[in-house]
């Protein structure tokens, strides 16, 4: 798995095109779909580490989509995409568990920024919990060590009495 995969859905061929040149170029491995169905069967297969989703497609719409992958996987965040963008595609986007929400046409710079921002989270994260085990285990070892100290001082001490 490629720690900066973006898998981007949208029904205009020259919107997935672009996108993925741009992000290609940005040093982001790029998977695309036309479709949610096709999506999802990506995820499956690639396991990219976010989602861009245009929120107006034919068959599954991006809403529909977003809540299928947050069934699948919980923690990859999602960027919904429009050209149709309301206030209610919005939050009710953001109530779904998008990551955030960018209305076309946006600047590239701007989707490759917030897709920079979401690996170093993940990353970030990710060290959060390596650092926790380890955290954990140091602690184990330290008390293991100090019942051994206190398993021998007694042990000296009914030695000495003897």
Not at 117 to 131: G, M, T, V, Y
Request: proline share 4%; net charge negative.
């Amino acid at each position: 798995m490629f720690k900066n995969h973006v898998l981007i859905v949208d029904d205009e061929q020259i919107m997935r095109e672009s996108l993925s040149e741009w992000l290609e170029a940005d040093e982001f491995q790029v998977s695309t779909a036309a479709n949610g169905m096709e999506a999802l069967r990506l995820i499956d297969e690639k396991q990219p580490n976010a989602a861009v989703i245009d929120i107006k497609m034919p068959g599954m719409d991006g809403v529909t989509l977003l809540r299928k992958i947050k069934d699948k996987n919980p923690e990859m965040p999602v960027i919904i995409i429009t050209a149709f963008a309301t206030v209610d595609n919005a939050v009710k986007s953001m109530k779904d568990g998008a990551f955030d929400f960018l209305t076309k046409p946006f600047p590239p710079e701007k989707l490759s920024n917030m897709l920079r921002h979401i690996f170093e989270h993940q990353e970030l994260k990710q060290e959060n919990i390596k650092l926790q085990k380890e955290r954990k285990h140091i602690l184990h070892i330290a008390i293991s060590v100090l019942i051994s100290f206190i398993i021998l001082v007694m042990l000296l001490y009914f030695l000495v009495k003897l």
